[in-house]
T-cell receptor
Framework: DAKTTQPPSMDCAEGRAANLPCNHSTISGNEYVYWYRQIHSQGPQYIIHGLKNNETNEMASLIITEDRKSSTLILPHATLRDTAVYYCIVRVLSGSARQLTFGSGTQLTVLP | DGGITQSPKYLFRKEGQNVTLSCEQNLNHDAMYWYRQDPGQGLRLIYYSQIVNDFQKGDIAEGYSVSREKKESFPLTVTSAQKNPTAFYLC??????????????FGDGTRLSIL
């Protein structure tokens, strides 16, 4: 799986959009971009994933650049409960069970 | 609600004792996984299973054992051979047949400590 690079920490004001970047310059054509978050002392929570088109669900939007070398997770209206470590993971499409490799992620702190 | 249930939330182990962590899912997922997370670090895979009665070792299987007798259950035993068992243990599951890009879903973890 391709390596990802994320800033170690970010702050965001409550109610504003949080834009979390991820660099995956070595991504290959069959690798998906996944985002998870982990609130302290809880299990990771799946947020969204995509291949090359932008994706949106009830939690967030995922913007993938045209060359697929980077992506941005957008939380449109951040709340205090969005404070967590956010992980960007690149993973190949596979017909078998494969582990997720979590890097160090971005600690997002939403400020009141 | 569908999901993954891990129990207990906190567990204490005495020296030389085996302990078993429970993981149950009602998502009808084929694959189940056990990860270990140490403070400030990412997840490391202990064992995984793609189908009932079959499982494979992950990166750090030594000192651990698993069973998969039912599709919905994947218990993890931390044996006395695991010399540094203090960690946060996470169970996950995913659907793999025909929709292999589907995400893994996680339980809320079990925190194991040594007495």
């Amino acid at each position: 799986d391709a390596k990802t690079t994320q800033p170690p920490s970010m702050d965001c004001a409550e109610g504003r959009a949080a834009n979390l970047p991820c660099n995956h310059s070595t991504i290959s054509g069959n690798e998906y971009v996944y985002w998870y978050r982990q609130i302290h002392s809880q299990g990771p929570q799946y947020i969204i994933h995509g291949l090359k088109n932008n994706e949106t669900n009830e939690m967030a939007s995922l913007i993938i650049t045209e060359d697929r070398k980077s992506s941005t997770l957008i939380l449109p209206h951040a709340t205090l409960r969005d404070t967590a470590v956010y992980y960007c993971i690149v993973r190949v499409l596979s017909g078998s069970a494969r582990q997720l490799t979590f890097g160090s992620g971005t600690q997002l702190t939403v400020l009141p | 609600d569908g999901g993954i249930t891990q129990s207990p939330k906190y567990l204490f182990r005495k020296e030389g004792q085996n302990v078993t962590l429970s993981c149950e899912q009602n998502l009808n997922h084929d694959a189940m996984y056990w990860y270990r997370q140490d403070p400030g670090q990412g997840l490391r895979l202990i064992y995984y299973s793609q189908i009932v009665n079959d499982f494979q070792k992950g990166d750090i299987a030594e000192g651990y054992s698993v069973s998969r007798e039912k599709k919905e259950s994947f218990p993890l035993t931390v044996t006395s051979a695991q010399k540094n068992p203090t960690a946060f243990y996470l169970c996950a599951s995913s659907d793999i047949q025909g929709r292999s890009n589907q995400p893994q879903h996680f339980g809320d973890g079990t925190r194991l400590s040594i007495l």
